[in-house]
């Protein structure tokens, strides 16, 4: 007589207690399965294996804690012997010599979304269903992982052959065109960096006698010319970023025609807008890996240390008018330039210090403490400012960081501010809470006064501006400014003031399509990071050094870009190099990400903008309204299984 065939072992994984429930169930009811277990979280999940020994585990996808990509990824390698959190952070044991092979798992989720069946499949999952599934797809999913087969969900299956029709063939690259930057070429684009960002030529004179900035620019643009597969494959105007840059000094030369001036406007743009674009487009251009993107954000880091050196050793402080001490006489920016300035760079060398290992810590710390003394002797109010908004956005968007750590580097910020403020420094920031005490408030030179006027200007020239550069001109022209008309007619002479205030420097000199290409550019890019983090593998969080430092790039990107768009209030700092710096970083970031998801056989469009996204997003959107909705009174007995 042949003895009848041991029943499937399942484990059910799902954070809500009554959709596991339901799934234990429906299974328990099926001839030949038994439920052997159930858990919450991915942790849970990779416990209960090690305990239990199922068959098939059936794994629900956005968990609290390890989601259920990660525990499958664990599951499937066989890691699943000891799981022990420790700080946030998962440690697994290798298994054992002789382990059972390790279990079949098949997805369940309620959202139909392409990223998560790849994920799903590379994890090693065996069937990828949704929760809506009628419940003999369900057990027949069971039963084929157990057998060694998949089973997927016919929408899913659809999609996938779609997909596969319309790859164009494939071609194995020459290693050249996979390659990063070399070694030599890394150097340029590092020195051009550096020299843009410190102006380290502008304290040596010699040096600056060469004009090193034009002829490494030179250099780079001839590089591209002759190798021109140095570059980014993509196009060039790929993303978002990229895009606005573009669109920006489209408008740029556009109100040449239509501004106050055409001559000031082109000249402007001859001597200084342009470089800037220059600048830009090359680290667009350049930035093809994760390589190339650090050695990028290394180079600012290191003009940074420059700066800071210059700030704290070479020059010292002397007092204002309001009795307080600051930097002053600088030979690269204003104290309060300088400020905004190193608010990014803090942001990138924290992004350093959380990838870096114990050795290259203690270098970056005492950047970090050099950063946190030259803000303090800047004296400059934009950057306290500026340096509260990076705190307050680190507790929210740096989630993947440790509580505890996030208050540490407040403390420490806070700390090192106060260790190294001159004499009178916390009298003058007074001022941000008590603004009419500042001789901005109600001075006819101050900030609030110049504000005024520039939205003046605004009004005279509200679409094309008064054209970019043409601030100042316009305050010593009598028929564009009241204070000019009142000076000229009070035998007062002129008095041009900068706009002190780079929105309003977009606004008056773009006038409305600017302002809004402006805001996109800089504060939209830390709006564009979240949405980019959002898309990468959960997995990277705990991979090699590579995926680490990308996962966290955006976080600590985004927290500088928010401190250098509330410190940019106080600065004319709208057309600038540090400026376009940002969005040539971002979509450098961009880059790099796609290429290491490339490299994993991960698809995507990643950051928002593209057809694809459009389309994917109509694609969920169209989901979710014909999703059927139950109307009338509930049946009580029924699961209740969430939108999540």
Not at 122 to 132: E, W
Not at 311 to 331: K, N, P
Not at 632 to 643: I, K, L, S
Request: hydrophobic fraction near 50%; proline fraction near 6%.
């Amino acid at each position: 007589m042949t003895s009848p065939a041991a029943p499937i072992r399942v484990l059910v994984v799902d954070d809500q207690e009554l959709v596991r429930s339901g799934f234990c169930v429906i299974l328990d009811t099926a001839d030949g399965v038994t439920v052997v277990g159930e858990a919450g979280n991915g942790e849970a999940a990779v416990a209960a294996v090690a305990a239990h020994h199922p068959d098939v585990v059936l794994m629900d996808i956005r968990m609290p804690g390890m989601d259920g990509l990660e525990a499958t990824r664990l599951i499937t390698q066989g890691s699943f012997e000891t799981t022990i959190p420790t700080a946030g952070t998962i440690e697994t044991t290798i298994p054992t010599a002789g382990a059972a092979a390790p279990p079949k798992v098949v997805m369940l989720t309620t959202f139909d979304l392409d990223e998560y069946v790849y994920e799903a499949l590379r994890a090693g999952a065996s069937g990828f269903l949704l929760k809506d599934s009628p419940r003999h797809d369900l057990i027949a999913a069971v039963r084929a992982a157990a057998a060694g087969d998949a089973l997927l969900a016919p929408s899913v299956t659809r999609r996938l052959i779609e997909q596969f029709a319309r790859r164009p063939p494939e071609t194995t690259p020459s290693p050249s065109r996979l390659a990063s930057l070399t070694a030599r070429e890394q150097d340029v684009l590092l020195l051009l960096v550096v020299l843009t960002v410190s102006r380290l030529h502008m304290a040596i004179p010699s040096l600056n006698k060469t004009h090193p900035l034009i002829v490494l620019t030179i250099a780079a643009l001839g590089v591209a010319w002759v190798r021109p597969e140095l570059l980014a494959q993509r196009p060039l105007f790929a993303t978002w970023p990229a895009k606005i840059v573009g669109a920006i000094a489209i408008w740029a030369l556009l109100g040449m025609f239509f501004g106050m001036s055409f001559g000031s406007t082109a000249t402007f743009i001859t001597e200084d807008f342009g470089k800037t674009l220059i600048f830009t487009f090359l680290i667009l251009a350049s930035i093809r890996t994760s390589r190339d993107l650090f050695t990028v954000i290394v180079a600012y880091i290191a003009s940074a240390s420059w700066l800071v050196y210059q700030a704290v050793f070479h020059f010292h402080l002397e007092m204002e008018q309001g009795g307080y001490y600051r930097l002053s006489h600088l030979d690269t920016y204003d104290a309060n330039d300088l400020g905004l300035v190193l608010l990014l760079g803090l942001a990138l060398t924290l992004l350093v210090f959380q990838v870096a290992r114990w050795r290259g810590r203690i270098v970056v710390t005492g950047v970090l403490l050099g950063i946190a003394a030259a803000i303090a002797k800047s004296g400059s109010r934009g950057a306290l400012v500026g340096l509260a908004a990076m705190a307050l956005a680190s507790l929210v968007l740096l989630q993947a960081v440790p509580l505890w750590k996030r208050c540490a580097f407040i403390v420490a910020a806070v700390a090192g501010i106060t260790l190294f403020a001159p004499s009178g420094y916390w009298k003058q920031m007074e001022t941000i809470i008590h603004p009419e005490n500042d001789y901005n408030w109600d001075s006819n030179h101050g900030r609030r006064a110049v504000a005024t006027r520039g939205i003046g200007y605004f009004k005279m020239f509200p679409v094309f501006g008064l054209g970019v550069g043409n601030f100042e001109r316009a305050e010593c022209t009598p028929e564009i400014s009241p204070n000019a008309r009142y000076r000229y007619a009070h035998g007062l002479g002129v008095w041009c003031e900068p706009p002190h205030n780079s929105y309003v420097e977009a606004l008056a000199e773009t006038g409305a399509g600017g302002i809004v290409l402006w805001v996109l550019m800089i504060p939209g890019a830390a709006v564009w990071l979240v949405l980019l983090r959002r898309r990468m593998p959960q997995h990277w969080l705990h991979g090699d050094g590579e995926q680490r430092f990308l996962y966290f790039a955006p976080m600590y990107l985004s927290i500088g870009i928010i401190a250098f768009s509330v410190g940019a209030f106080f600065l004319t700092f709208a057309w600038r190099e540090v400026t376009f710096y940002i969005p040539g970083v971002v979509a450098g970031l961009d880059a790099a990400v796609a290429e290491r998801m490339g490299r994993e056989g991960i698809p995507g469009p990643l950051l928002p903008g593209s057809i694809g996204n459009v389309k994917l997003a109509t694609r969920q959107v169209r989901r979710w309204i014909a999703r059927p909705v139950a109307w009338g009174p509930r049946d009580p007995r029924a699961p209740r299984v969430a939108r999540r």
